[in-house]
């Protein structure tokens, strides 16, 4: 194929030119094309059913690209849809914004375009607009990518404000780390091998039919970095609130639970791409752990605390011992211990 | 030991009440030497669980926190260099040293990279020949066998290009000195990992001559109460030895083949400790035999005079004369995301644990 050399990126491909469009056409509309992006417009013009909207953006440069249970393109999409939906919002509309490092294989990338598409039909999203640069070598890992979504806002929800109450309980879908572990592990320089695979996936379906369940969830999060550990010490500090958890009630795999231990690391501080902490009344709880556990990716969901007092931010756990301790947010980076 | 649910309770609770029977009241002191025990007690609350007159001492076993800064001050004159390479475990790159850590240094533009093991280092150096790799040995017993294996192969496959800048160290000679130190200890719960590589014999002197109870501990927090409940038991009948609960880990004799690897390519020699000073046979020396690969000898690094920070009480904390909290620095000027001392750094540093696990007023 005389477009690409030796079947590579080249800073061509980036250039505005002939083969920008090239790599349009060969590349991503085939597999991203709908009745909007093929226009290949400035911009996308888009109908939504309502006035309210919900609207975020994040970026992913995950090292490695691949890994098990997923890859950088899966990342981009499930992680801006599962923002959207954990703040009661329908995902709709997905923008696509990739960066990519000269000598970049045609290959891999064809490769993550396809997962984009896989997870954007899973999650029910249109990418409708996307852009392409191409830097030189050494000026970017790969490839980055940025997606931005819109999701509509289709009914008034106590949700949207994400304000936890006591005496709520806190709900988990699915074991905790398995996406940071999965990523971490399978870096070589680390030097040892598992089975972990990331849980990344789209949530907004499981959302839907817990709010289908209840439309008195107080809060919800996906606790992607930081863990859950992060997501329940804002929870505890934005409502202004102690927070109770049962170190046995959480869901933990034993592969991360041992991949963790070796690395001194928490399944609470690690990051999940597809778990969610969900605040629901003591009442509603039951009704909504049997709704999750019949969704694909809720099969593991269980309460594993509650939601305490006002006046006193801070989360504390019940360890399986009996005792308690502090559970503080994690500082900095994340680094492997040493003996 | 690994019991879920309400049997972990149940015999954690069983154990608690068995230490507080048989402790009687008598106050004791025993100091958990191994870093990796420090941060289980303190993730599992097992203060919680014992009785006032049983107090747990932090000792210096965590090996980022005992590094000196003249070592981390080298480490970053190397750095600085264009031809070198470092590289180093996750823990050292965020320590302090006295101008700079190595995480600010790399943000300068020093090619700095976190290993997960010596064999990456080498294989970088294969890869890299136009780069002079340097590996910061730092750690114990534990550590000290991998990297010695790794300055054999690098022998036997001619690396001109790796050295080791080394501060590796041994446990037990500074346990003497804590021995003869005024914290009146009364017990030891050894270090799991260490003592699976050494085996019971190095200890024996502390039994025997200082009248220590000492038990080698695995790292659940039921081995660790058990091991408690056995330090009360050798204090309550004054009979000391050393006694082993981790057996299913470590074996009397210890690992033969890494005690043979240590000794091949290291040498004892005297070792600053932070806290403690200089330590007689307490360091790992890389031997003549292997000078090539001493990162010390290749690169003769000349640094100022090192400067510890101000107000800071790591070497107290790390001998366990005070407990975090009594630093003037710590939870204020000196927290995880703006670590001032080494210990609060570590995951393993006893003012991370401290900081991280116990229960404070919000």
Same mark, same amino acid.
């Given at each position: 194929?005389?477009d690409?050399? +030796?079947?590579r @990126? ?39 059913p309502d006035?309210?909207? =919900?609207?975020?953006t ?51 990338? #064809? ?21 392409t ?6 000026? /970017? ?8 979504? &819109?999701?509509?806002?289709e ?17 988990? +879908?699915?074991?905790?780390? !398995? ?7 399978? #870096? ?7 089975? &972990? ?25 996906? =606790?992607? #970095?930081?863990g859950? =550990?992060?997501?329940? +010490? ?5 409502g202004?609130?102690? &927070? ?13 639970? @041992? =991949? ?5 690391f928490?399944? @609470?501080?690690?990051? +999940? ?11 509603e ?15 593991? /969901? /269980?309460? @594993? ?6 006046? #006193? ?7 399986? &011992?009996?005792?308690?301790?502090v ?6 980076? !994340?680094?492997?211990?040493i003996? | ?30 100091? *958990?030497?191994?870093?990796t ?18 107090r ?9 926190c005992?590094?000196?800064? *003249? ?14 390479i ?15 850590s ?25 890869k ?7 590996f ?47 914290l ?5 719960i050894?270090?799991g ?17 200082y ?31 050393? *006694? ?27 070792? *600053? ?39 800071c ?6 001998t ?43």
């Amino acid at each position: 194929m005389s477009d690409y050399t +030796n079947d590579r @990126i080249t800073l061509a491909h980036g250039g505005g030119g002939r083969l920008s469009r090239t790599l349009v056409e060969d590349v991503f509309l085939p597999v991203l094309g709908n009745d909007c992006l093929n226009r290949l417009n400035d911009s996308a013009v888009l109908n939504l059913p309502d006035k309210r909207i =919900a609207f975020t953006t994040d970026s992913f440069v995950v090292d490695p690209l691949f890994f098990p249970g997923g890859d950088i393109g899966r990342l981009a999409v499930c992680g801006t849809v599962n923002d959207l939906a954990v703040m009661g919002a329908v995902p709709r509309y997905l923008s696509l914004g990739l960066i990519i490092e000269e000598g970049f294989e045609l290959e891999s990338l #064809r490769s993550i375009i396809q997962s984009i598409k896989d997870a954007a039909d899973e999650a029910g999203v249109t990418i409708v607009t996307g852009d392409t640069k191409v830097v030189a070598r050494g000026q /970017a890992d790969g490839l980055y990518i940025n997606t931005s979504g &819109i999701g509509s806002i289709e009914r008034d929800l106590p949700v949207h404000k994400g304000r936890v109450r006591s005496g709520d309980l806190l709900i988990v +879908n699915a074991p905790l780390g !398995q996406h940071g572990m999965a990523v971490i592990t399978s #870096r070589e320089e680390l030097g040892f091998k598992t089975t &972990i695979k990331s849980d990344v996936a789209p949530l907004n379906g499981l959302i839907d039919e817990m709010l289908r369940v209840s439309e008195n969830i107080s809060a919800m999060r996906d =606790a992607t #970095r930081g863990g859950l =550990a992060g997501v329940l +010490n804002e929870m505890a500090d934005q409502g202004d609130v102690q &927070i109770i958890l049962d170190e046995i009630a959480i869901p933990v795999n034993e592969d991360v639970h @041992i =991949a963790c231990d070796m690395l001194g690391f928490e399944a @609470i501080h690690v990051a +999940n791409e597809g778990v969610l902490l969900a605040a629901v009344p003591p009442d509603e709880a039951d009704r909504m752990i049997s709704t999750m556990r019949l969704h694909p990716y809720g099969r593991h /969901a /269980a309460v @594993i605390g509650e939601v305490g007092d006002k006046g #006193r931010a801070r989360v504390t756990m019940r360890t399986h &011992i009996g005792t308690h301790r502090v559970i503080d947010v994690l500082s900095g980076e !994340q680094l492997p211990r040493i003996c | 030991m690994t019991l879920k649910g309400e049997d972990a309770v149940y015999t954690a609770q069983r154990l608690a009440e068995l230490i507080n029977f048989e402790a009687a009241n008598m106050p004791m002191a025993f100091m *958990e030497v191994c870093g990796t025990h420090t941060m289980a007690i303190a993730r599992n609350g097992i203060k919680s669980l014992l009785p006032e007159c049983i107090r747990l001492i932090s000792g210096p076993g965590c090996p980022v926190c005992v590094t000196s800064n *003249e070592f981390l001050d080298k480490a970053i004159a190397l750095a600085e260099r264009s031809d070198v390479i470092i590289c180093t475990f996750g823990d050292m790159i965020r320590v302090p040293g006295s101008r700079c850590s190595l995480e600010e240094q790399r943000g300068l533009g020093s090619d700095i990279r976190i290993v997960g093991s010596t064999l990456d280092a080498l294989a970088l150096a294969d890869k890299n020949r136009d780069k002079d790799i340097v590996f910061l040995g730092i750690g114990f017993e534990t550590t000290a066998p991998t990297v010695a294996a790794a300055i054999i192969e690098a022998y036997n496959k001619r690396l001109d290009n790796f050295s080791v800048l080394c501060a590796h160290k041994v446990m037990p000679q500074p346990m003497k000195a804590l021995s003869e130190s005024s914290l009146n200890i009364d017990g030891y719960i050894l270090p799991g990992h260490v003592s699976a590589i050494i085996g019971e014999a190095p200890y024996s002197f502390l039994a025997d001559d200082y009248n220590k109870a000492c038990v080698i501990s695995g790292f659940e927090p039921l081995d660790i109460l058990e091991s408690i409940l056995r330090l009360v038991r050798q204090v309550r009948k004054g009979f000391f030895f050393i *006694e082993n609960q981790y057996v299913r880990v470590v074996k009397p004799q210890g690992n033969p083949t890494a005690q043979e690897l240590l000794s091949q390519v290291f040498e004892p020699a005297d070792a *600053e400790w932070r806290g403690l000073g200089i330590i007689a046979d307490s360091g790992l020396a890389i031997r003549d035999e292997y000078a090539q690969f001493d990162a010390d000898k290749k690169y003769q690094i000349s640094i100022a005079p090192p400067i510890e920070p101000p107000g800071c009480r790591c070497g107290e904390v790390l001998t366990g004369s005070i407990t975090p909290d009594l630093c003037g620095l710590f939870g204020t000027s000196c927290t995880p995301m703006h670590p001032v001392g080494a210990c609060m750094v570590s995951s393993e540093g006893s003012c991370a644990a401290h900081y991280r696990y116990t229960l404070r007023d919000a």
